[in-house]
């Protein structure tokens, strides 16, 4: 009998990954990780750590030595929202968002050295068009974004294959507030995790997913406008100033 390659999932206990484990459960023996209670019958081995802590990660080393690994997503966040004055919530949000992603390589890369694997890191495009609002989560995504760059960029010549996963408007838990059904302009997780399965397929690193009410070719105008700040000297933020409205109104109708 054929041993089934394992996947691995961080914050695979709802939403995305918990899609992601859905579609993967056919071909893959799953090892699931979350801080949260797992609720759902997928067939899988279950770990209730936080990813934040680097110690924890023992736990899923030890069970998975000498495993054939070839799928790994670093999916696990929160949405935590401190002020400028809450230094403890910035470190929180951090330490999930980041250091999560962080723990996670620093544990399982040595497992698949010399071995064909495909490492998914769940992103935001809040890290790249930065809207005003949150600026911890924000900071937190931009430097995910930058991270998972860089490992693309160290691992080019190996057989490891990494990927930026970018969702747009994604109807799970932590996005859905007071809302008790799914807005029209969002996608379902499953949606997401189909999007990302093809894109992967095209070995396209930035996986940048669109939603019912804003296409590809919105965020990449979006994400153009906001690198121009720099470039034509406008004020940071320039898209949301009072003062630049109007022109970034009409350069979206361009």
Known sequence: MTTKPLAIITGAASGIGNAVARQLAKTHSLLLIDRAEFKDNIEAETFQIDVSNANEWHKVTDAIKERPIDFIMLNAGIGLKPSWTDPDGWRKLMDTNLFGVVNGIAAILPLI?????????????????????????????AAVKSLAEHLSYDLRKTNIDVYLLIPGY???GMTQG?????????WTADQVASYM?????Q??????????????????KRMAWNLRDITEGRPALSRWREETADEFEKYMKQ
Do not use: R
Request: hydrophobic share 25%; aromatic share 8%.
């Open 113 to 141: 050295e010399n071995k064909k694997a495909t490492i998914v890191i769940t992103g935001s495009k809040q890290g790249i068009t930065n809207p005003p609002g949150n600026p911890a989560y924000n900071a937190s995504k």
């Open 170 to 172: 994604t109807y799970t």
């Open 178 to 186: 007071a809302s008790t059904s799914k807005p029209d302009s969002a």
């Open 197 to 201: 399965f093809e894109k992967i397929e």
């Open 203 to 220: 070995k396209q690193f930035y996986i940048l997913c669109p939603d019912n009410s804003v296409t590809n070719e919105i965020d990449h």
